[in-house]
């Protein structure tokens, strides 16, 4: 069974890397971003709720995320494994998410961390050519990533793996399964 938490800053590569993992690893990759549109899509009670703060340009709320990946963890496919991108974003989502593998007598396998220097994420995210993505906005990002992921990965020291996250998508990947398999 494999069960993954994929962090790292903006512009790090989580969400290709997470595709590529989940295919690989034959798990579900299961992203927030795409957790929040389907439910705003479906107009679900949960999916109305964040859509009032996605509107505003607000965070959603923990509870509003914490109960959207408690719903998708109970899927079959998620039984086998996962891979999660974008959650938990902070301390108090990694007790909750402790507490949701807890009920079901399991846990995290790992922590994956994808490293990579402040000017290459700026040079990456300028790249994509966002209107939103100016300079300014996306070291702020990375300001925010840092002050709120910091004490994240101190909460999963004992799980973390630290891999190099720049590179060429299939050599990150490698990089990725090698640190998996030697853990």
Do not use: C, W
């Amino acid at each position: 069974m494999t069960r993954v938490v994929l962090v790292g800053p903006p512009g790090a590569g989580k969400g290709t890397q997470a595709v590529a993992l989940s295919e690989r690893l034959g798990v579900p990759h299961i992203s927030t971003g795409e957790l929040f549109r389907a439910h705003v899509g479906e107009r679900t009670p949960l999916g109305r709720e964040a859509k009032r703060y996605l509107d505003s340009g607000e965070l959603v709320p923990d509870t509003v995320t914490n109960e959207m990946v408690r719903e998708r963890l109970v899927e079959p496919d998620a039984k086998v494994g996962f891979l999660l991108d974008g959650f938990p974003r902070n301390t108090k989502q990694a007790e909750v998410l402790g507490q949701m593998l807890a009920e079901s007598d399991t846990s995290l396998d790992a922590v994956v961390e994808l490293k990579v220097p402040e000017d290459v994420l700026v040079e990456r995210l300028m790249a994509r050519g966002r209107s939103d993505d100016t300079e300014e906005v996306i070291r702020r990002r990375q300001q925010v990533y840092r002050s709120e992921t910091a004490p994240l990965l101190e909460y999963y020291d004992d799980l973390l793996v630290t891999v190099d996250g720049v590179g060429s998508v299939d050599e990150v990947t490698a990089r990725v399964l090698d640190a998996l398999r030697r853990r």
